[in-house]
């Protein structure tokens, strides 16, 4: 049973991820190699659960209990006694390789290695510990508090009893869906919507429809919860052109080439909600400017 998690990267998934766990009651050790942004996501962490409180979500009461079941480690040797660790930094095979090789050494044998990777190879991942067994694949869909599928991802090493371990913890302590992937770039989730985000700034260059008028025709239409250009501001410009780009020269297909138009949103560092612009403006806070 996974009670103490770890959670490397302090980043808007990290956050999101530790929140998720907090709120389930798990004991939370969030970790980062700048502690700047470290006290960051503490503050972010505190101003989401306000607005939460805003909505009724959650009391006063719950967002002290949250608050107090996360807490900022200043390097991964704080992590040694968790029973489960959840890797959430930016999409780089070689930093990711240099976390997982540290937290081999550190974690006890027995214990998970995780990966919230959307695009790279657990196997690769894997191949620098001594036991790549206990590597897998925990890929959460943002905001993941509220998304209730999670892709478990199983590299060639990866042994059934982590795998059984991992599923029977997703959908018995955190009641959402495991959904069993077989490595591959961009496993299901964003392989499909990172597709679907490149067609619609086609669709955008072409000067078929304004941003707003796609958004609006995706998200009534299909009821998405956000329209696709929304939801790359959401990921982070910057995230979905690494995507696209490392599946394009993956599999090869031109369907997958990163569009002009994204390179150079991300060019001028519009990056979406964590510049303030991007498809279209927001707050501090995250919140769409109208």
Not at 110 to 134: D, F, I, Q, Y
């Amino acid at each position: 049973m996974f009670r103490t998690i770890g959670v490397v990267g302090a980043g808007t998934m990290g956050q999101s991820i530790a929140e998720m766990l907090a709120g389930k009651g798990l004991d939370v050790h969030m970790t980062d190699s700048s502690g700047a942004r470290l006290k960051q996501a503490q503050l972010a962490l505190e101003k989401n659960l306000d607005r939460q409180i805003e909505r009724w979500a959650i009391t006063q009461a719950e967002k002290k209990l949250i608050l107090n079941r996360i807490h900022a480690e200043p390097s991964l040797e704080h992590l040694a006694q968790c029973d489960l660790i959840i890797e959430t930094i930016s999409e780089d095979l070689e930093s990711k390789k240099s976390v997982f090789q540290q937290l081999d050494d550190i974690i006890p044998e027995g214990r998970v290695l995780a990966s919230n990777t959307s695009t790279l190879s657990l196997t690769e991942l894997a191949s620098v510990t001594k036991h790549p067994e206990r590597v897998i694949g925990m890929h959460f869909v943002y905001p993941a508090f509220r998304i209730d599928v999670v892709e478990i991802v199983r590299g060639l090493q990866t042994s059934d009893e982590t795998f059984e371990r991992t599923k029977e913890f997703i959908e018995r302590d955190l009641s959402k869906k495991g959904v069993m992937v077989f490595e591959s770039p961009g496993f299901v989730t964003t392989r499909l919507i990172c597709l679907l985000i490149n067609e619609s700034l086609n669709v955008l260059q072409e000067g078929v429809a304004s941003p707003e008028d796609i958004d609006s025709a995706m998200r009534i239409g299909y009821q998405f919860q956000y329209g696709p250009l929304e939801m790359a501001d959401r990921f982070g410009l910057d995230s979905v052109w690494a995507a696209l780009d490392r599946m394009f020269r993956d599999y090869g297909e031109l369907k997958y080439r990163p569009s002009i138009l994204l390179k150079k949103k991300v060019r001028a560092g519009q990056l979406g909600v964590k510049s303030g612009q991007g498809f279209f403006q927001y707050t501090k806070d995250g919140e769409r400017r109208s």
